[in-house]
C-alpha cells in the first residue's frame, strides 16, 4: 500500500492526470491493440491447438531452432527443434490423450524483437485429473514470426475438491423453512469455500424469540467413502450422521451427545419432492438406551434459492 500513497501526493497526482489531462498517453493496456501482441496470442493459439491434436512437428515449429525446452513432466533438457520434435513425441507416447488449456494473464514488449508472456497453464489427462502451473514464455521475434524461446513454470498448488461427490446434494443450497402452529424452523445452506462442505445454519423460532439454533458441516468421505455430517446447537449437543442416497431419498444415520450427556442416536430420512420442496422424519429414536417415538413427516419449502457466499466468485 506504501507505493499508492507515498510521497503524499501520489495516489492525488493519478486523479488529477486522469480528470485534468485526458490528452496524456494512455497506459499500453487501454491502448489500441499492438500488433506484436496479437500475433503472440494467435501464436499462443496455434500452440494449444498443435498440442491437443499431438502433432510434435507442427508443435516444435513454434520453438526458435536454437531454443532449450524443459520437459515439465521429466525435468529433461533438449536443445533444437528436432530433438524438441521427438521429445513431444515421447510425451504423448506416455501420457496418452492429454489435453492443454492456456489462459494468457499478459503479454509485454520488452523490446521491438523480444516480448514476455505470463500465464496459467493447464494439462488435463485422461483419466480427469489436472495438473496447474504457472508460467513465463519468452518470445523472439525473427523475421516476422514470434517464436518461443525459453519457457519456465511453477506448479499451482489446488486444495483438494470434494464438488464431484457432493453435488448431488446442491439442491439443498437455498433458505428453507419448516413452519408449525408452536414454531418456525428456519434453515439456510450453502457451500463452503472450494466447496468441500455444504454448510446448513439452522433456527427454531418461537413467539418467544430464538429457542435453538446450531450448524451442520456435510462433507465427503475419503477414508469411509461415504458423505458425512457433523452437527452443533446452542444447547451444547453434537453428533454425527452417515449418509446414503437411495433414489429421491437420503437415509441419515445419526448418533449424538446429548448436552447433558448421554448418547441419542436416530434415523432421518430426507425424501426430494421438487426443485423447492423436500419431507423429513424421524425413526428409530432413542435417547439415554430407551425408545423415543418417532417424529411424523414434514414438508420443508425453499423460500430462496441463493444464499450470499455461495457463487464461486464470492468464495
Not at 72 to 78: A, C, D, I, L, S
Not at 217 to 238: A, H, M, Y
Not at 257 to 279: M, S, W, Y
Request: glycine share 6%; with cysteine; hydrophobic share 40%.
Amino acid at each position: 500500500m506504501r507505493s499508492l500513497i507515498w510521497p503524499g501526493r501520489g495516489m492525488l497526482a493519478l486523479l488529477v492526470a486522469g480528470v485534468f489531462a485526458p490528452t496524456l498517453a494512455l497506459p499500453q493496456e487501454l491502448a489500441a491493440p499492438d500488433p506484436d501482441v496479437e500475433a503472440i496470442r494467435r501464436r499462443v493459439e496455434s500452440y494449444v491447438a498443435a498440442f491437443n491434436a499431438q502433432d510434435a512437428q507442427r508443435l516444435a515449429e513454434h520453438w526458435l531452432p536454437e531454443a532449450v525446452y524443459v520437459n515439465p513432466v521429466t525435468g529433461r533438457q533438449v536443445r533444437g527443434r528436432r530433438a524438441i520434435v521427438e521429445e513431444f513425441r515421447q510425451m504423448f507416447a506416455t501420457l496418452g490423450k492429454v489435453k492443454l488449456v492456456v489462459e494468457v494473464e499478459s503479454i509485454r514488449l520488452l523490446s521491438p524483437h523480444v516480448a514476455l508472456e505470463q500465464g496459467r497453464a493447464r494439462v488435463v489427462y485422461p483419466e480427469g485429473n489436472s495438473d496447474l502451473s504457472r508460467y513465463t514464455a519468452v518470445h523472439v521475434k525473427q523475421g516476422e514470426q514470434w517464436f518461443l524461446d525459453r519457457v519456465s513454470e511453477q506448479e499451482v498448488y489446488e486444495p483438494p475438491s470434494r464438488y464431484e461427490k457432493l453435488k448431488e446434494l446442491e439442491w439443498m443450497v437455498g433458505t428453507w423453512i419448516d413452519e408449525a402452529e408452536d414454531g418456525v424452523v428456519k434453515t439456510t445452506c450453502r457451500w463452503s469455500r472450494n466447496r468441500n462442505f455444504l454448510i446448513r445454519f439452522f433456527d427454531v423460532l418461537t413467539p418467544q424469540g430464538v429457542e435453538l439454533a446450531g450448524m451442520q458441516l456435510i462433507t465427503w468421505d475419503p477414508n469411509e467413502k461415504q458423505i458425512r455430517s457433523w452437527v452443533f446447537d446452542s444447547d451444547g449437543g453434537f453428533g454425527q450422521g452417515q449418509w446414503t442416497r437411495r433414489g429421491n431419498r437420503w437415509i441419515v444415520t445419526v448418533t449424538s451427545t446429548l448436552p447433558q450427556g448421554g448418547k441419542a442416536a436416530a434415523v432421518n430420512i430426507i425424501t426430494r419432492v421438487d426443485e423447492n420442496r423436500f419431507r423429513w422424519k424421524s425413526i428409530n429414536r432413542t435417547a439415554r438406551g430407551r425408545p423415543l417415538p418417532n417424529l411424523p413427516e414434514v414438508t420443508i419449502v425453499r423460500i430462496s434459492p441463493h444464499v450470499p457466499g455461495d457463487s464461486p466468485e464470492e468464495q
